[in-house]
């Protein structure tokens, strides 16, 4: 009997089916003569340089400006060197994510509620009282366009220092609050908590953007931070009035839910002020699209590319941590010196990159785990002679690969004592990872493996020799 891995089942302490993603690995689409696709391993986190000389705090967002990463390192706006060395250029303060873009000539910071210019040469902010508060921003048609949460408000075209207050600008078609502002084709879009309004520049003497009333979407994100750009559409955490958080994304007026059922269920386990928290970000790498929506204890990763050749959505967790769940420790991802370089959002002065030969993070172990769909012998139940993991075995980056660890539930809640496997040492290419003698069933079965970020390998599907109880 040949079983997919690329997700798995289980029961929860209801009456549901739930669906279990994999931990740590990522599925991938190819078709190899096994099966329809594969469980690789997700790529590991290699530490950068050594952060600053003074440690300054966590990492709070990175771009790539005229070649040249740059970082807000705790209060500290810093650029990165190719080896990874960062050098100080300023302050610019506050706690949280901040939010960062470029003109043609400064490079723009929203953080502790202020404006900052970084010329190349000298840090600044606004101090013009107009501007007020900024909560988030972008550059878009020679404007820096901030909100406050109430109004749009640009700042001069031949002086960005400077803002007229009768060129402020509002988002009204509801009267909820702006979260985050963002640019997709050269128009803005207004993210609004229950709305999404989109602006396109028609110029003038006062507020230069006029809304297209056909591309309002009617639902809006959670959090500044709850919002991305993914696949040239605006892609958020949140919902329209009265809805429980999803995952949308959303063009031209219209609106795509990206979340399963089993992805609310996750959303749902969080609290309000949690999810306002939650980063969303995207990355293209390899022929994936993914999105990662970043949570307290993990990261959700929905890749866009897969789920259309499976023609399933096709979702994965991270975390960092042998046991449980824990923060994912990779954020706000800058391409740059031919390498995706994150920052650690839990460990202060410290910037990673991402590191496809290997699964650790920052040198220390993770665990993986995936589990099957049910085993079901049309209600005969069945002897299970022996089970095979069929995998691409050997690449480990030890000499000896640790166990890999299997368990079984005959009820999808309760698990069996776990069985080990020892999958061959560093070379044994041709290794077979078996099961024997693996019980009975009476009804259906279902099966889960786990292992540690030191046994390096991708898993095609699990093989079961089966023999009907009558």
């Not at 078709?31 to 997700?42: D, E, F, I, T, W």
């Not at 990159?353 to 139940?381: C, K, P």
Request: aromatic content about 12%; some cysteine; overall charge negative.
């Amino acid at each position: 009997m040949q079983i997919g891995v690329l997700s798995g089942i289980y029961a929860s302490t209801g009456v549901d089916l739930r669906t279990k993603y994999p931990k740590n690995l990522m599925p991938v689409a190819q078709s190899n003569g096994v099966s329809a696709g594969y469980l690789r391993p997700a790529e590991g986190i290699t530490q950068f340089g050594t952060g600053l000389v003074t440690d300054r705090g966590i990492d709070r967002g990175g771009i790539n400006w005229n070649g040249v990463c740059y970082r807000v390192l705790g209060t500290y706006l810093v650029s990165v060197d190719s080896d990874g060395v960062c050098t100080e250029i300023g302050s610019v303060g506050g706690t949280g994510r901040v939010t960062m873009d470029y003109s043609f000539d400064r490079l723009a910071i929203a953080s502790n509620s202020r404006l900052y210019y970084y010329d190349g040469t000298t840090l600044s902010y606004v101090t013009d009282a107009d501007l007020g508060t900024v909560l988030d921003f972008v550059w878009i048609d020679g404007y820096f366009l901030t909100t406050d949460g109430t109004s749009l408000v640009v700042t001069e075209l031949n002086d960005p220092t400077q803002v007229n207050p009768l060129k402020y600008g509002s988002s009204e078609v509801d009267p909820d609050s702006i979260v985050a502002v963002n640019k997709i084709r050269n128009e803005l879009y207004a993210i609004n908590r229950h709305t999404v309004e989109v602006f396109d520049n028609i110029g003038g003497d006062l507020f230069p953007f006029s809304r297209i009333e056909g591309a309002q979407i009617p639902k809006g994100a959670l959090g500044t931070h709850c919002a991305c750009n993914y696949l040239d559409r605006i892609t958020f955490l949140g919902g329209g009035r009265n809805e429980a958080p999803a995952i949308w994304s959303g063009a031209n007026g219209q609106v795509e839910k990206l979340s399963t059922r089993e992805i609310d269920t996750i959303l749902y386990s969080y609290t309000a002020a949690e999810l306002e928290e939650a980063v969303l970000e995207a990355r293209s790498i390899k022929g994936q699209d993914l999105l990662y929506v970043h949570l307290p204890n993990e990261t959700l990763v929905y890749d866009n590319a897969t789920s259309m050749a499976l023609e399933q959505p096709v979702w994965f967790t991270l975390t960092t941590s042998v046991n449980g769940d824990a923060a994912y420790r990779a954020r706000n991802f800058v391409y740059c010196y031919d390498k995706w370089i994150v920052g650690n959002p839990v460990v202060t002065n410290t910037l990673g990159y991402m590191d496809d030969t290997l699964s650790s993070h920052y040198g220390s172990l993770v665990a993986w785990e995936f589990g099957t769909q049910i085993i079901y012998n049309e209600g005969r139940g069945a002897i299970i002679h022996e089970m095979e993991l069929v995998a691409l075995t050997g690449r480990y980056n030890l000499n000896d690969a640790p166990v890999i660890w299997t368990s079984y539930s005959l009820d999808g809640a309760n698990w069996s004592q776990e069985k080990s496997c020892y999958p061959g040492s560093r070379g044994r290419f041709n290794q077979r990872i078996t099961w024997m003698r693996q019980g009975t069933m009476r009804n259906f079965r279902i099966q889960k493996f786990r292992g540690t970020s030191d046994n390096y390998t991708s898993f095609l599907r699990l093989e079961a020799r089966l023999e009907a109880l009558n």
